[in-house]
């Protein structure tokens, strides 16, 4: 689970779901993001996600969207230095 907001509960689940249905609905179709959750037989009970207006779930997408370009930037890294390492090791 990614940071939290100001005491709001968001776990695993919702946060995978709303990255997957942004990249079916798109990036700014927050209606459309919002009506998923709606929909969405898994958040049937779940009064705090249909509750969320579209300006919550947009900061929430936003916060989620840097935190995984972050994680992508330092896994890059690691594998970057692992390569460098490796030609090091045949040049010596």
Not at 56 to 83: F, G, K
Request: aromatic share 10%; with cysteine; proline share 1%.
């Amino acid at each position: 689970m990614y940071g939290q907001n100001k005491g709001k509960l968001y776990n695993e689940e919702c946060d995978r779901f709303m990255i997957c249905m942004v990249h079916k609905v798109g990036y700014g179709n927050w209606d459309e993001l919002k009506a998923a959750f709606r929909m969405s037989p898994l958040f049937g009970f779940d009064w705090f996600e249909k509750s969320c207006t579209t300006q919550e779930l947009a900061r929430r997408c936003d916060t989620l969207i840097r935190l995984v370009e972050r994680e992508n930037h330092e896994n890059d890294e690691i594998e970057r230095r692992a390569l460098e390492e490796k030609k090091l090791a045949k040049v010596g």
